[in-house]
T-cell receptor, first 111, second 115 residues
Framework: NAGVTQTPKFQVLKTGQSMTLQCAQD?????MYWYRQDPGMGLRLIYY???????DKGEVPNGYNVSRLNKREFSLRLESAAPSQTSVYLC??????????FGPGTRLTVT | KQEVTQIPAALSVPEGENLVLNCSFT??????LQWFRQDPGKGLTSLLL?????REQTSGRLNASLDKSSGRSTLYIAASQPGDSATYLC??????????????FGRGTQLTVWP
């Protein structure tokens, strides 16, 4: 029982490159979330998915797209990376209104 | 918009002290409040969850209280140990229609417990 897993753990991109961050959970939870964590800014919600087949924007969605592939997987795509997207990306899941469980994070640097 | 504030931003104490971390929030329409711990370079680990109808929750040396009407929560750590050194984050789950289920985080308190 791995909980929430994220790949890759680290990534360096050049400005303009694209990539997809992967998140998977084996907790059978309906809701999944993507956050970014920046020094001095705390965690901010990028996108969330209340259930399979639905996605909604959070506080800072610009520059990102998401896909809820199935109940287990929720991916985050950067189509054209910018230095402002250098951050730690955290994925989480919850059973709806209850505790959120977080993955270990992806540390992304955009040069 | 919900704003969550944590005080102090950093705290350094000797081993064995009892300590209190504070969290305040501006909108009392919350579903629950969660305290998390984050170790350097790691994700978040849930410590305690308090439902909006509850006043407190306890787990081992940790006790969290919630005063929803005044928008405050405290995390009490008894007999602190060096292993407690980490950043502690407070988050509230919105109970307001347009943002139902969203989590709003404070910026955390960085705790150092020295031997």
């Amino acid at each position: 029982n791995a909980g929430v897993t994220q790949t890759p753990k680290f990534q360096v991109l050049k400005t303009g490159q694209s990539m997809t961050l992967q998140c998977a959970q084996d907790m059978n939870h309906n809701s999944m979330y993507w956050y970014r964590q920046d020094p001095g800014m705390g965690l901010r919600l990028i996108y969330y998915s209340a259930s399979e087949g639905t996605t909604d924007k959070g506080e800072v969605p610009n520059g990102y797209n998401v896909s809820r592939l199935n109940k287990r997987e929720f991916s985050l795509r950067l189509e054209s990376a910018a230095p402002s997207q250098t951050s730690v990306y955290l994925c989480a899941c919850s059973g709806g209104g209850t505790e959120q469980y977080f993955g270990p994070g992806t540390r992304l640097t955009v040069t | 918009k919900q704003e969550v504030t944590q005080i102090p931003a950093a705290l350094s104490v000797p081993e064995g002290e009892n300590l209190v971390l504070n969290c305040s929030f501006t909108d009392s329409a919350i579903y629950n409040l969660q305290w998390f711990r984050q170790d350097p370079g790691k994700g978040l680990t849930s410590l305690l969850l308090i439902q909006s109808s509850q006043r407190e929750q306890t787990s081992g040396r940790l006790n969290a209280s919630l005063d929803k009407s005044s928008g405050r929560s405290t995390l009490y750590i008894a007999a602190s140990q060096p292993g407690d050194s980490a950043t502690y984050l407070c988050a509230v789950t919105s109970d307001r229609g347009s943002t139902l289920g969203r989590l709003y985080f404070g910026r955390g308190t960085q705790l150092t417990v020295w031997p």
